[in-house]
């Protein structure tokens, strides 16, 4: 039965973006854009950029992005249709639903700003698979902490600035890890000396999820 609300509030989710897909479009040109920026702000030719700033940069790009796009997961919900998923859907149920939702949206996002990216930037990825997955468990974190973070900002008044606020913290010391980690694969070090820090992200993931898990539903009821 939990599973069956999973995929019906997915769909949910999938359905509202494309009724609403000028805001879908504007994250798509907000991330286009600030990847223009950059490269215009550093009068930079392609390939000029070195490994490590190159990769951060990028890191910083998405992280912007994911917090444009997931600040919404709670706040654009009204209180009439909340007060409806809470008659209709388990705690649980939602929490698992936005995470999942916007870790998808989130993995789109980071592939298509890969690729403005390297267009604009270069592109010195040594080890593609390796750092395509680190990309994938890094936006499936992003994800997951910040839709916990709009989950709990969405009680308060000022959302939008509490969700800024509160956010950062949260996901600083997953975001070092993820430019280390990716900087390691984008250079083609031999995978065995980094895997730590891959099972390090692996971890801090399934601890934000069992936590929004855990802790959700009593946040659902206040």
């Known amino acids: 039965m939990k599973d069956s609300a999973i995929i019906t509030l997915i769909k949910k989710e999938f359905l509202s973006e494309w009724r609403q897909r000028y805001a879908l479009n504007g994250i798509v040109l907000y991330l286009a854009s600030t990847i223009f920026v950059c490269y215009m702000s550093f009068g930079l030719k392609t390939g000029t950029l070195n490994g490590p700033t190159w990769n951060a940069l990028l890191w910083i790009v998405l992280l912007f992005t994911a917090t444009n796009a997931v600040a919404k997961s709670f706040i654009q919900e009204s209180t009439g249709r909340l007060l409806y998923f809470y008659s209709i859907a388990k705690a649980e149920s939602i929490i698992i639903s936005k995470t999942i939702y916007y870790s998808l949206l989130l993995i789109v996002m980071a592939i298509?700003?890969?690729?403005?990216?390297?267009?604009?930037?270069?592109?010195?990825?040594?080890?593609?698979?390796?750092?395509?997955?680190?990309?994938?468990?890094?936006?499936?974190?992003?994800?997951?902490?910040?839709?916990?973070?709009?989950?709990?900002?969405s009680k308060a008044p000022n959302s939008t600035s509490l969700m800024a606020i509160m956010s950062f913290p949260a996901i600083i010391p997953m975001l070092l890890v993820?430019?280390?980690?990716?900087?390691?694969?984008?250079?083609?070090?031999?995978?065995?000396?980094?895997?730590?820090?891959?099972?390090?992200?692996?971890?801090?993931?399934?601890?934000?999820?069992?936590?929004s898990y855990m802790l959700f539903p009593y946040l659902w009821r206040s």
């Open 112 to 153: 298509i700003g890969l690729f403005f990216y390297s267009i604009v930037m270069g592109n010195p990825i040594q080890d593609w698979p390796m750092y395509l997955l680190i990309m994938v468990l890094g936006s499936i974190g992003l994800a997951s902490a910040l839709t916990m973070v709009s989950g709990i900002a």
């Open 178 to 211: 993820i430019i280390k980690t990716s900087k390691s694969a984008m250079d083609g070090i031999d995978r065995s000396v980094y895997m730590n820090q891959v099972l390090v992200l692996v971890a801090i993931n399934a601890i934000i999820i069992a936590v």
